[in-house]
């Protein structure tokens, strides 16, 4: 067993906390990943609202959500993940968030992740985090634009109250190049 | 379930790597929590070699050893750990080290583990490594000296070779007072 990367370890943390049933959001859909897990994590008495702005990205992530027979509890939205308020009532529960930031890999390369929709996303799905519930940030910054966006939400988690929330950071630190690291704020 | 702090991370680092008839190091046996933790996953065909520099907190510990009758696979030394190399043989293979940087809590706070003694051990472990075997360090900073240390050992893990070994920083990073984190360094 050897010790897990980034993107492997949030599939662990998002299986430690969403069960049948849930609501979950998958704010950076892109090739679908993460959206499927889901999927398969809720059931068909659960939720995955997904969002990505790249039509392409959604349309083959249907495909294959149909085909696994993983469509009935998927929504995906083509819009930005900022707009995930707009959709949530005051008092859903969101088990869990998982954004991957970054651009899609295969894809439009100069379509990337923000700071800022992605704080106002996260912002947003905070008040619907039950005890427990976790939003995962797989960040990759090895991209033009990344390490701000990497900086920026450092600079928030940080500034997390730690009464409310904990923020785990998980990476590896000795490879040359920039490989994504993990973080995970858990509503306590 | 909620996300594990450092120390607790620690062991389960541990447990994945250990198992009965294993040598391990505990490299600051202090009050002997992890020598008690290494002592249950060795079992009796196993081997715990510890090391502290101060012979009231080994005494405890081996006195807390014979009493759960884990004394016979244990063997204390009041040295630093930076004579670990001293005592091993150049084939022999130690599954996994664990380090707990910085002071005993409840004792002389004066007596702190340092930078070069500390990286001394490590240096003289890694070659002993099997493959997945890990060097385990629970990094303390928030005492005088802290800092020094870890920015040094996170200077020496952050130059290992990726294609030999693959080294995690694991931590919160919302905390105010300085919580420890978790360094693993895994031979590939």
């Known amino acids: 067993m050897n010790l897990p990367n980034a993107l492997t370890y949030s599939h662990t943390l998002l299986t430690e906390c969403v069960g049948p049933g849930d609501t979950v959001v ?3 859909v892109g090739q679908g990943y993460d959206t499927i897990f889901l999927a398969n994590l809720v059931g068909k008495s659960g939720h995955v609202i997904g969002f990505d702005i790249q039509q392409a990205a959604l349309d083959e992530t249907q495909q294959q959500l149909t085909l696994t027979g993983l469509g009935a509890q998927v929504d995906l939205h083509a819009t930005g993940h900022e707009n ?3 959709l949530l009532a005051p008092n859903d529960r969101i088990a869990a968030a998982v954004f991957n930031l970054g651009y899609l890999p295969g894809g439009d390369k100069s379509v990337i992740t923000r ?3 992605t704080l106002t996303a996260v912002k947003a ?3 619907h985090l039950p005890r427990g519930g976790r939003i995962i940030l797989v960040v990759y910054a090895g991209h033009p634009g990344g390490p701000t966006e990497r900086d920026a939400v450092i600079d928030f ?3 997390l109250p730690q009464k409310i ?3 785990l950071r998980y990476g590896f630190i000795n490879q040359i190049h920039t490989p994504p690291f993990l973080l995970a704020i858990e509503r306590r």
Do not use: F, H, N, S
């Open 26 to 28: 998958d704010a950076t």
């Open 84 to 86: 995930v308020g707009t």
């Open 115 to 117: 700071p800022a929709t």
């Open 125 to 127: 799905l905070l008040p």
């Open 157 to 159: 988690c940080q500034k």
């Open 165 to 167: 929330y904990q923020v």
